[in-house]
């Protein structure tokens, strides 16, 4: 069956927010004197528990820590990291040759549409898209729903459908919902287990998108 359509996840995918993200919070536990377990955040990345497990991780190793004064401050220093973010190299070609190929675009996200419509603006990339898809609308990931809502979206078929994921979380959701799935990790989750994805690229820029859906 042909490919119809590609299904983006947004953070760590189309652009690493991730690593943003992740520098905000280490900086937070070095401030109280303490260190973020990296496992702690393979475990919730790609989800919508990051901020409850990581002020929930805080609040254990530091006891009497008020989360709530640092949820602000946290946020601020997050989009200050990521003012000078782009796309993940080769997303803009991946992007333009699926154009050029009539395919359907969407991106099904975990994240809120508050965060990931203001980002897709900013880095020029909403224009691309039929439909985007967030968890303040859908069960996150892993659960399969954000996929099948995105599928529904583009009037496309699961079997006729590729996503791209950088988590393992993010790749059970994809499979789950009857996609083929490529995996493109980045340096924060490259060395997590990506065996469920039915193709692993270490970047978009290692193999053409008419390469990939050729194979």
């Avoid at 990931?116 to 439909?131: I, S, T």
């Amino acid at each position: 069956m042909p490919t119809r359509a590609l299904v983006f996840d947004f953070d760590g995918t189309l652009a690493d927010t991730e690593s943003a993200v992740l520098q905000s919070w280490q900086e937070v536990f070095r401030q109280h004197g303490a260190e973020l377990p990296l496992a702690a955040w393979h475990a919730v990345i790609g989800t919508q528990h990051t901020t409850p497990a990581m002020f929930g991780l805080l609040a254990e190793l530091v006891p009497g820590v008020d989360t709530e004064a640092l949820r602000p401050k946290t946020k601020a220093r997050v989009f200050e990291l990521l003012e000078t973010l782009g796309p993940r190299e080769g997303v803009l070609s991946y992007l333009d040759a699926a154009k050029e190929l009539g395919l359907k675009l969407a991106v099904a996200s975990s994240s809120s549409g508050g965060w990931v419509n203001p980002h897709l603006g900013r880095l020029g990339l909403a224009g691309y898209f039929d439909a985007v898809l967030t968890g303040d609308l859908h069960k996150a990931k892993p659960d399969p729903d954000l996929y099948l809502a995105a599928i529904a979206a583009l009037d496309a078929d699961p079997h006729e459908a590729i996503a791209f994921e950088d988590t393992p979380h993010g790749v059970t959701a994809a499979k789950a919902a009857g996609l083929t799935c490529v995996a493109v990790p980045n340096v924060i989750t490259e060395s997590l287990d990506f065996s469920q994805a039915d193709v692993v690229l270490p970047a978009f820029t290692a193999k053409p998108l008419e390469a990939l859906l050729s194979r």
